[in-house]
């Protein structure tokens, strides 16, 4: 698909999802609200009309069914730091928070990418964290193992994690998707190798669960067993459908 047909498919997509969450957000203008902030794993992947969209995802079902603030992927790299920072500025409270964020800011990846996303992202961090926390997480620590020829890193390495957990804590009725296990013999669709090292992003989600508090609700995903991992994602990662009907059962329960 050439990039000026996919630039229209996703106008319309978006266009499409505006007007589908308008609608449902007016139908449900009694209801309880929902607040769901989540990266690239809260939409089905392998179809172009689905992308950053509520369609054939588990959110689909709770803007159905309550008065929904939704942001799917907004951004290229949908992190903690965009989370954080467009909840806290909202000036109202929400019945619930759905928070599907964690595996950009936890993944490995070449290190000389890190510092360019954390540009992008300065504005937010400072105004989530402040200047001294963004002046320490922009000295990128390495790791050992190498990808694609060079050390990698992560936005969020494991000494700023207590950080997250406590602006997490402050949150009121918070829902947080955890990450998942990774089958590194398996790539499911997709198309490259991911980093050795990839299994931080579950390392660091189990590190998280011990700094929350019992006032954060958990969907724990962290002790999938391989036949897990191959059922509920499509690609060690990504949802899918049974991943999506897992997720939308959990939060189900977690509201109840």
């Not at 996703?10 to 990266?39: A, E, G, P, W």
Request: glycine share 2%; proline share 2%.
């Amino acid at each position: 698909m050439n990039k000026l047909l996919k630039f229209f498919v996703y106008q319309y997509v978006k266009f499409k999802s505006l007007i589908y969450l308008s609608f449902y957000k007016y139908k449900n203008s009694n209801k309880k609200t929902m607040f769901i902030y989540s990266d690239s794993r809260g939409f089905e992947i392998s179809k172009m009309k689905n992308r950053k969209s509520p369609f054939s995802s588990y959110i689909d079902y709770f803007i159905k069914n309550y008065k929904c603030d939704v942001f799917i992927c907004p951004e290229k790299h949908t992190t903690i730091f965009d989370f954080l920072d467009m909840i806290e500025s909202k000036k109202k409270s929400y019945d619930y928070i759905i928070s599907h964020i964690g595996v950009v800011d936890f993944s490995p990846r070449q290190a000389k990418e890190i510092k360019p996303i954390l540009d992008l992202k300065k504005n937010k961090i400072k105004r989530v964290f402040g200047e001294d926390f963004y002046q320490k997480l922009i000295k990128v620590k390495t790791y050992k193992t190498k990808y694609l020829g060079e050390r990698t890193s992560s936005l969020i390495t494991a000494e700023f994690l207590s950080d997250i957990a406590k602006k997490f804590n402050k949150l009121d009725n918070l829902i947080w998707i955890t990450c998942n296990p990774i089958d590194t013999n398996w790539n499911g669709n997709y198309s490259r190798k991911r980093p050795l090292n990839i299994n931080m992003v579950n390392d660091k989600s189990k590190k998280m669960l011990t700094l929350l508090n019992n006032k954060v609700k958990i969907i724990d995903l962290t002790n999938w067993k391989i036949q897990d991992i191959h059922k509920y994602t499509c690609d060690n990662i990504h949802m899918s459908n049974d991943g999506m009907n897992l997720i939308k059962k959990a939060i189900i329960d977690n509201l109840k």
